[in-house]
């Protein structure tokens, strides 16, 4: 603004000298410089103010973005447990049609086990399968002859604690 180099400096203080006289120049210095620090302090407190504006305005946006999350989150939060409680109802929905139902749903065959569970029952009903438990001659009848096959067609599990046994000794 004010272009001052010493030279303008020396001037002015020459002027200064003359003007004023040499006994009231330093009492002039001093006013000077009191209303110097005035300004001083005025444009720190300005500043201050306008600082302090600023974070406000700032905490406040950032207090608005933390109430958005916090919008966002709880709307999926609340999506979330709809969620889970609608495949919750289905699920216990399911469970309870199926545990009313006495017989499973699909045909017999439908299951692991079902076939061998049928045939045995059947074997156990048939009185050819009674009669050779009481020593007589069974006759091929074809419920007997699948029951065996479908039983000889279930692989034997080993004993419990047989491979045990191996991986100790191999280790």
Do not use: C, H, W
Not at 17 to 42: E, F, M, N
Not at 63 to 74: D, F, G, L, Y
Not at 103 to 123: E, F, H, K, L, M
Request: proline content about 6%; overall charge negative; charged content about 25%.
């Amino acid at each position: 603004m004010f272009d001052l180099t010493s030279s303008k400096l020396l001037i002015l203080a020459i002027v200064a000298l003359l003007v004023i006289g040499p006994k009231d120049l330093p009492a002039l210095l001093r006013t000077i410089g009191k209303y110097v620090g005035i300004i001083k302090r005025q444009a720190a407190e300005f500043r201050a103010q306008f600082d302090e504006a600023m974070r406000e305005s700032e905490f406040a946006e950032l207090k608005k973005s933390v109430e958005s999350i916090q919008q966002e989150t709880e709307t999926a939060m609340r999506e979330a447990q709809s969620s889970v409680e609608k495949e919750l109802a289905d699920a216990r929905q399911n469970v309870d049609e199926v545990m009313a139902d006495p017989n499973p749903p699909g045909d017999a065959n439908s299951y692991p086990g079902a076939q061998v569970a049928a045939n045995a029952a059947a074997a156990a009903s048939a009185p050819e399968t009674v009669g050779a438990l009481n020593g007589k001659a069974p006759s091929a009848d074809a419920s007997t002859v699948a029951a065996n096959e479908t039983v000889d067609a279930v692989p034997a599990l080993p004993p419990e604690g047989a491979g045990r046994a191996t991986e100790k000794s191999g280790a």
